[in-house]
């Protein structure tokens, strides 16, 4: 599988520091965004500590090397998905262990990652930080919202809380480093030619609505990298309330050498 790839992350227009950090890493068919939480810098830490993680844990995988599984993950997962579920793990129990250190208690990071693996694409997410799967028919969050909104929505808890406030719409049920584990949920997506994964942080989502990023993304006269700045830009215009994170990948048209070689090699 083929793909092209753009990413940025923006401090937005009202917080001081970014607590955003993406990952672009084509090599190891490996693309995060990470949000932290946090205050006093904390989450900024949070969050480059989960991405460090893991894109470590990924170039051991890549070279052979990958590290013993964490827990007895589901044996009905193929070995990638068990290693993208891993790798998280990995990153949680960072910022867990790192929280007994006075100046960094209490922060957190939500996770939304994907990896390639052959004609699949394994998609997880902890926290808040969406995935979406793009083609020219719709988009489609693939990722699970971990907040209080959603749960309220899912589970009918809390009926006093409003499910659509600005509280229970930033208030994490589930973010990494909070406990020493924690359940990521994952989905495999089998995407066409032309099809585009979209990973962001909630700072685009709260000030863009999902018809303008299908918009954006269907405009075929635009480069992968003009449609992340372009994302960017409009959140900002919306109100650019956060940091805003935009990670795109694309998975490319086959050439006709490349149709040729698929159906030999059939």
Known sequence: MKTKSAGKTDVGLRRKNNEDRILVAPELDL?????????HR????????AITTMEDYWRRVKAGDPPAFFRDFDKSLPE???????????ANLAIFEAQKQPQYAGMGSTIAAVVLDKATIWAANVGDSRIY????????????????????????????????SKFAKNALTRALGLAETVEAFIVPVKPAPGDVLLLCSDGLTNY?????????????????????????DEANRGGGGDNISVVLVEIEKLGKWDKIKKKLGS
Not at 137 to 148: A, F, G, N, Y
Not at 208 to 232: F, G, H, P, R, Y
């Open 208 to 232: 863009i609505e999902e018809s303008a990023i299908q918009l954006i993304l269907s405009d075929n006269t635009t480069t992968l990298e003009e449609k992340v700045s372009i994302l960017v």
């Open 133 to 164: 799967h793009y083609n020219p028919e719709r988009l489609l969050q693939i990722s699970q919202d971990h907040s209080l909104a959603e749960e309220t929505k899912l589970k009918e808890l809390f009926p006093n809380i409003d499910a659509d």
């Open 42 to 49: 904390a989450g900024e830490v949070a969050s480059q500590m």
């Open 31 to 39: 693309f995060i965004v990470a949000d932290g939480v946090g205050g």
């Open 80 to 90: 990638m998905a068990r290693h993208l579920l891993n790798s998280i793990h990995f």
